[in-house]
């Protein structure tokens, strides 16, 4: 309200400077070209005296356009500067009072869209710093996919091309090892494929729940023992716990297991061998806390904040089970559409524990 209020004061200012300079451009006019309509002759005090004027409108002109106009390319150019991706403040030293650190004077009127104009620079500039930190992200990515398809597809071409070999008899002992390869490394790849359809399907808010009662305490029991029986697993110690035997809740139970067994299976391949995991459950008055812990390396702040940023594949390990970059955060969307929240704490050294909580209704 500030800014139009000044505006509209120095236009009524410029329109009387222009007023009073047309007026003193006509009376010339009429002095030297229409003497006879003057009613009198031209003197040089007359001709002094407008001359005089004349100087002092032009003058007011120059130090308006100066006022206004100077503030006013500083704008223009700062919004040219931001449509060519340059985010970035012009010339900033030219605006601000080396005393006393605020805006010159011209520039005053225009505080409150240099204030916002800034505040739209600083968000361009970040959401850009972003954009090349996620590019650079999914080009890691999408490299570690890459490798990671390749892999299993290495296993699979090679036994099966071993199989064909018509100058070997193989045993039925070795075909059976090379099937269970096989088989192996395409169960691992129809994982990642579903991992990607998966993320998409929920980046795109396209996934609708199917919704039932389920005894929840059965479900994450199964979970933990699906991953339990996993020959990757075989080497780590993990325990569940739970105050409750029974406990009906409506969540859609495929979605719901498969977000726990994200956050499971994290635990245990990004850690060594021997690693305690302990999967508990309780209940308080409004909602059900699922507890993930572990006694292995831990994480540094760093890891825990990008955790569930897609594309993050974390630190590299010793595990067999290769990451995809998209467990954590599609465990994280999956929560989040059951109106729960996960939180992390974590010391490097010191293990990791997991809350999940989701509300009884």
């Known amino acids: 309200m500030r800014f139009v209020i000044r505006l509209v004061l120095i236009f009524l200012f410029l329109f009387t400077v222009i007023l009073i300079g047309g007026s003193m451009v006509l009376a010339m006019t009429v002095e030297f070209f229409i003497p006879s309509a003057s009613g009198s002759a031209n003197t040089t005090a007359d001709i002094i005296i407008l001359l005089g004027m004349l100087i002092l409108f032009i003058g007011s002109l120059l130090f308006f356009a100066w006022f206004i106009g ?17 985010y970035e403040e012009p010339f900033k030293r030219n605006m601000y009072s080396r005393e006393s650190g605020t ?12 204030v916002q104009l800034r505040t739209l620079t600083e968000t361009l500039a970040r959401n850009e710093r972003e ?10 990515w999408i490299s570690g996919i890459s490798h990671d398809l390749k892999t299993p597809l290495t296993y699979i071409t090679g036994y099966s091309e ?31 494929i579903q991992d990607l359809n998966l993320s998409l399907q929920l980046n795109g808010q396209r996934l609708p729940l199917h919704v039932e009662p389920v005894n929840i305490v059965e479900l994450i029991r199964r979970t933990v023992a699906d991953v339990v029986n996993a020959p990757w697993a075989s080497e780590y110690l993990l325990s569940f716990h ?19 067994r994200n ?5 245990i391949v990004h850690n060594p061998n021997g690693t305690n995991v ?30 569930f940023d897609r594309y993050y594949r974390g630190t590299t390990t010793d595990a067999n089970n290769e990451g995809t970059g998209l467990g ?34």
């Open 70 to 86: 100077r503030p006013i390319y500083y704008i223009v150019l700062w919004i040219f500067q931001l449509a060519q991706g340059c």
């Open 162 to 192: 071993m199989m064909l070999l018509p100058k070997y008899q193989w045993s039925e002992e070795d075909k059976t090892q090379f099937l269970k390869q096989i088989n192996q490394k395409g169960l691992h790849m129809q994982a990642l």
């Open 103 to 114: 805006l010159k004077q011209p520039y005053k009127l225009y505080e409150e869209m240099i």
């Open 131 to 140: 954009r090349i930190a996620m590019d650079k992200m999914k080009e890691e």
């Open 328 to 361: 954590m955060a599609i465990a994280l969307q999956l929560i989040a559409a059951h109106h729960g929240e996960i939180d992390v704490a974590s010391r490097k050294g010191e293990g990791t524990s997991v809350r999940v909580m989701i509300p009884l209704s």
């Open 263 to 267: 956050l499971i299976v994290n635990a």
């Open 278 to 307: 302990t999967v508990s459950l309780r209940q308080s008055p409004t909602q059900i806390i699922i507890m993930i812990e572990d006694n292995g390396i831990g994480m540094d702040k760093e890891t825990v904040d990008r955790l």
């Open 242 to 260: 739970a105050d409750i035997d029974l406990l009906e809740m409506a969540v859609d139970p495929q979605f719901l297991q498969r977000a726990l």
